[in-house]
């Protein structure tokens, strides 16, 4: 199976600062790759899909890009509500699989 | 209003089996694969199955591969995960969520989650 690494694990930042999270593929997964937002005892949200199309409702200060192997999200002027985990997930396989997950914290 | 409510879930000894379903309303259930993701206390997400439309199709990760089976009722608009042979690292949340797209799958509604428990 397709294994996601995100790095890094956790990350400090404040309200108004621009962040990136990086997710590695363990092959290429073309532009097959979502990120999604969670929060204490919340199901996840799904913030972009295919790479880089913003989910509806979502803020456009998320961002994502990347191909292949490598995969970035970025978040401009950090918010509060902002403050969560952040998940991939690839769907190039028939077994789809998440990365470990990046706590941003304040 | 899309929603997806998950019922079933509680505790169980080692070895036992368990039910758990959801129940999809206020969108076209058949026409969209539906997928389990679970995740353990404190830890992070984890899919674990899929199944297509028609039920013709169905994914599993490899940690429940041959225990776990899922199958859906699109009359009755309810997706299910049958869990045999249950082991302690089986507890978790198990969450069901919608698939929606035409190459990049991923999921856009998602239940609240039910909590399964394996332990004696």
């Known amino acids: 199976d397709i294994q996601m690494t995100q790095s890094p694990s956790s990350l400090s930042a404040s309200v108004g600062d621009r962040v990136t999270i990086t997710c590695r593929a363990s092959q290429s997964i073309g532009p097959f790759l979502n990120w999604y937002q969670q929060k204490p005892g919340k199901a996840p949200n799904l913030l972009i899909y295919a790479t880089s199309s913003l989910q509806s409702g979502v803020p456009s200060r998320f961002s994502g890009s990347g191909f292949g192997t490598d995969f970035t999200l970025t978040i401009n002027r950090l918010q509060p509500e902002d403050f969560a985990t952040y998940y991939c997930?690839?769907?190039?396989?028939?077994?789809?699989?998440f990365g470990q997950g990046t706590k941003l914290e304040i | 209003e899309v929603q997806l409510v998950e019922t079933g879930g509680g505790l169980v000894h080692p070895g036992g089996s368990l039910r758990i379903s959801c129940a999809g309303s206020g969108f076209t259930f058949s026409s969209h694969w539906l997928t389990w993701v679970r995740q353990a206390p404190g830890k992070g997400l984890e899919w674990v199955a899929n199944?297509?439309?028609?039920?013709?199709?169905?994914n599993y990760g490899d940690s429940v591969k041959g225990r776990f089976t899922i199958s859906r009722d699109n009359a009755q608009s309810l997706v299910f995960l049958q869990m045999n042979d249950l082991r302690a690292d089986d507890t978790a949340v198990y969450y069901c969520a919608r698939e929606v797209g035409s190459s990049s799958y991923h999921f856009d509604y998602w239940g609240q989650g039910t909590p399964v428990t394996v332990s004696s």
């Open positions: 997930q690839q769907s190039h396989s028939s077994q789809y699989t």
């Open positions: 199944i297509k439309t028609d039920g013709s199709e169905k």
